[in-house]
């Protein structure tokens, strides 16, 4: 091996220690975790989030990693691989909720469904691999939305029905909702008479990539207007099993 380049691999150690935990680091913080002079810090920062790799927020100047970064990072993991991973996964979770699964991605503002297995019945059914589902009006979309790494806003927010959270602070309250209990609810907001329930998928480093869930008739899923939270464990098992298959 020929000799190596300092600042990069400053700049590696600075990137490894951003990555290591959800919290945002102050220049003192890494200057004591790294052992590096404060002025040497500054300059590696600066060019650091010049290129998009690193965010400082306004308010407190601590620093995290950037959406460059996690969007290079994230391109390994493909919609096939992911689809591939989660698949077994999905037809038990429809088998046990006896409702459709579906799973989702990001795509352009939309969600994409990459996987749609059907209710194990015998009513009529059509195929939704391929097509996109509005992000602010689904389950599956706000749980892409709660855990975007790139916190990018939602598009217009149309209304589809008489539920659907067409205002921007409703919304926000509802992804903080989606946060803080780790999964989604949609009541007949994208259709009426439908109720769905999605849990984020997560990549090995934590990332959401995805997300799961089912969907079906709220005399079902939601018989006077309240979850069966027993739906809710089924999609949030399933989710943690995909998780844990990806890390492997």
Same mark, same amino acid.
């Given at each position: 091996m020929?000799?190596?380049?300092?600042s990069v691999e400053r700049a590696a150690a600075i990137l490894r220690l951003l990555a290591s935990g959800p919290r945002q680091l102050g220049v003192a913080e890494l200057a004591r975790a790294?052992?590096?002079p404060k002025g040497t810090l500054h300059g590696i920062l600066?060019?650091?989030v010049r290129v998009g790799f690193v965010e400082q927020d306004q308010e407190t100047g601590k620093y995290r990693l950037g959406a460059t970064l996690l #969007? =290079?990072?994230?391109?390994? =993991?493909?919609?096939?691989? *992911? +689809?591939? +991973?989660?698949?077994?996964?999905?037809? @038990? =979770?429809a088998g046990r909720s006896r409702e459709s699964a579906w799973i989702g991605t990001l795509h352009e503002g939309h969600v994409l469904v990459i996987h749609h297995v059907f209710r194990p019945d015998n009513s009529m059914q059509t195929l939704q691999v391929g097509t996109y589902l509005p992000t602010h009006a689904s389950a599956l979309g706000k749980v892409l939305l709660a855990y975007d790494p790139y916190d990018e806003p939602p598009g217009p927010l149309e209304p589809?029905?008489?539920?659907?959270?067409?205002?921007? /602070?409703? *919304?926000? %309250?509802? =992804?903080?909702?989606? +946060?803080?209990? $780790?999964w989604a609810a949609e009541m007949e907001e994208l259709t009426e008479g439908?109720?769905? !329930? @999605? /849990?984020?998928?997560?990549?090995? %480093? $934590?990332?959401?990539?995805? /997300?799961?869930g !089912? +969907?079906?008739?709220?005399?079902?899923?939601?018989? $006077? $207007?309240?979850? #069966?939270?027993?739906?809710?464990?089924?999609? %949030?098992?399933a989710a943690r099993a995909i998780t844990r298959d990806l890390a492997r």
């Open positions: 020929g000799e190596t380049i300092q790294l052992g590096l600066r060019t650091l #969007h =290079l990072g994230s391109s390994y =993991l493909d919609v096939n691989e *992911l +689809r591939a +991973r989660s698949i077994n996964w999905a037809d @038990a =979770l589809y029905t008489k539920n659907t959270l067409a205002d921007p /602070a409703a *919304l926000e %309250r509802e =992804l903080d909702l989606v +946060r803080s209990r $780790g439908e109720v769905a !329930i @999605a /849990a984020p998928i997560k990549d090995p %480093r $934590g990332l959401v990539v995805g /997300a799961i !089912i +969907r079906g008739a709220v005399e079902r899923l939601a018989p $006077g $207007g309240e979850l #069966h939270m027993e739906y809710v464990s089924y999609v %949030r098992d």
